[in-house]
């Protein structure tokens, strides 16, 4: 590991990404396969493969103990050292004592050896598992040979390498000391989850043999939102397909012999909190991976978000709950089938491959699509528009028929049409610093409508809009203008009347007009208006109860069973 230290330490100190490929290309070549794929895995970041599911399972406290054993580390030398790097491989590596110095036996630290130990530490199991994994760690450490290399031995265990490279990077070094194209290689470990077998691969110049590890979550494809009533001219290139904009959680599924997982958009899985779904889709036959959303739906029924929230994060869901919040996975899109990695075929093919394997079922549908005209009079984006959000949808998604699946990606691709539910127009009551970049201002308003006796009751509280030179010009108002305390933050004249957007209202005692705002924005101060005419907590009831009523009037009744989509929803 010793070279291995010496690569990261040279990678992190060029700033170009070339230089940093060239760089771990000529590492890469000088390897044979064992320690090829455990180095290519570490420079990720991360003991282990992509796909393995194993974790060395070993906090600070345990790395910081073992330093302790095998090097004589102080604690406060520990913390000082700490505060300065901010990492504990930088912090720890320093007070490295190798073996030959204390007279001791070595073992050699090469990537492969590290690797088999990792797995040790991974695979303890029992009731001495905690004090197994302390021990080899400190073998671990006492075969560090030097400063540089313990710093990353101990960066890799914390999973925090820090030298500027991302798998991306790393998968493009392994093309260049192989001479392999960069894309396939790229896909190649998206499809594989492992780079260390991708590197192996590649030099063997046998990339295309290496199967799709069903199991392991690739990154989401992202859409750009357009603003509803623009000049939609991103829409003028190419033939578009238009999908309603669910208001559920994104899910990627894969199947996998009987075994089906679902991961959520952070990549973690979340299988055991929709067992309903899980179900369904092991009665699809075959392998397969698929996008969609999880919606929550009564019969034909889509619910609103907010039932939706009671499934979340649950460990185990009650037959009870199971009946009250039935889920439906909602796919639009397959990733792979069998041994076919998809995401470079264009959407119209992956929607057919789509509608040849997945037959809906109970709690599992396909999202239904329409066609858009080439170069589309805003009037029939706005219309979709409208009968998507008549039906229960949030808006309208709009892909580009020929769009590949770009894993992790915002881009032109694919568009998001939104409008929020309404507007109102506040007061600022309190205020607070900020995070961050914010710290030294005001950024965090709780805003007021007038209730009916004239009084201001808060509503919700905002951080986002409005420009930095708008926030620092108020932040010396607001200062010039408190009024004492009120809770945490700050309170001010309620005079500064903002217009904020929202997507849902709902009832919560957690202000004390009883209702609060979903994903509230601020759309821009209204310096125009005087705080005796901002918006009244009977105009929210009142934009309340027509949500209510859209929701419910017509049952919001599903499009994907109502309305039938084009064919089985493959294109035409
Ligand atoms: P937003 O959360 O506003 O950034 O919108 C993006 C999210 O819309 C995605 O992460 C999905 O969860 C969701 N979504 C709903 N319907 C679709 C659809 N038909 N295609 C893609 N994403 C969708």
């Not at 990077?169 to 499809?191: I, T």
């Amino acid at each position: 590991m010793f070279r291995f230290g010496e690569t990261c330490a040279a990678i992190a100190a060029r700033p170009g990404k070339l230089e940093k490929i060239a760089l771990l290309a000529e590492y890469f070549r000088s390897l044979d396969n064992a320690n090829l794929s455990a180095a290519a895995r570490f420079f990720t970041g991360n003991p282990f493969a992509a796909r393995d599911d194993r974790s060395l399972g070993i906090g600070w406290r345990t790395i910081v103990a073992a330093a302790q054993n095998a090097w004589g580390v102080k604690e406060a030398e520990l913390g000082a050292n700490y505060r300065e790097h901010g990492d504990l491989g930088a912090a720890l590596g320093p007070f490295v004592r190798p073996a030959v110095d204390l007279a001791l036996f070595s073992e050699t630290l090469t990537p492969a050896a590290l690797y088999a130990l990792f797995e040790e530490i991974a695979n303890a199991h029992g009731k001495a598992a905690g004090k197994k994994r302390e021990a080899i760690c400190e073998r671990i450490l006492r075969a560090c040979t030097d400063a540089t290399e313990a710093t990353y031995v101990i960066k890799i265990m914390t999973g925090d390498l820090r030298i500027g490279l991302r798998e991306g990077l790393v998968a493009d070094a392994v093309a260049a000391a192989f001479e392999r194209d960069a894309h396939d290689v790229r896909r190649a470990v998206m499809a594989a989850g492992d780079i260390g077998a991708v590197a192996i691969a590649a030099r063997d110049g046998r990339l295309g043999d290496l199967q799709i590890a069903y199991g392991s979550p690739i990154g989401f494809m992202l859409a750009t939102p357009v603003l509803y009533g623009s000049d939609y001219k991103d829409l003028r290139t190419g033939t578009w397909l238009a999908e309603e904009k669910f208001d559920g959680i994104r899910a990627q599924a894969h199947k996998t012999g009987e075994r089906v997982r679902l991961f959520s958009r952070t990549l973690n899985d979340v299988t055991q909190s929709y067992p309903e779904v899980a179900a369904a889709l092991e009665a699809i036959p075959g392998n397969f991976m698929l996008d969609g959303e999880l919606v929550a739906m009564r019969g034909e029924n889509v619910l609103p978000f907010r039932y939706l929230q009671a499934r979340l994060q649950r460990k185990t869901v009650e037959a009870e709950l199971l009946q009250e919040v039935p889920v439906s996975y909602v796919v639009f899109d397959m990733l792979a089938s069998g041994e076919d990695f998809l995401i470079d075929e264009p959407l119209v093919e992956r929607r057919e491959r789509l509608a040849e394997t997945i037959m809906p079922r109970e709690h599992l549908e396909i999202a239904p699509f329409t066609r858009v005209s080439e170069t589309p009079a805003p009037e029939e984006l706005h219309e979709l528009f409208a009968a998507a959000r008549g039906r229960g949808h949030e808006g309208l998604m709009l892909k580009r028929s020929d769009s590949p699946y770009h894993p992790g990606r915002r881009g032109k691709w694919w568009l998001k049409l939104k409008r929020e539910l309404s507007t109102l127009d506040v007061v600022v009551v309190a205020v607070e610093w900020g995070q961050g970049k914010r710290a030294k201002v005001l950024s965090d308003y709780t805003f007021a409508v007038r209730a009916n006796d004239g009084e201001l009751q808060t509503i919700g509280k905002a951080y986002s809009g409005l420009t930095d030179a708008e926030i620092a010009e108020l932040t010396t108002w607001f200062l010039a203008h408190q009024r004492g305390k009120r809770g945490h933050a700050i309170a001010v004249e309620p005079a500064i009347v903002l217009e904020v957007a929202f997507d849902i209202i709902q009832p919560s005692s957690l202000h004390e007009s009883g209702f609060a705002l979903r994903f509230p924005r601020i759309v821009r101060l209204r310096g125009d208006k005087p705080p005796a005419e901002i918006d009244t907590l009977a105009r929210v009831e009142e934009i309340y109860r027509e949500m209510l009523s859209r929701e419910s009037g017509q049952g919001a009744p599903s499009a994907l069973s109502k309305r039938a989509p084009e064919g089985d929803g493959a294109p035409r």
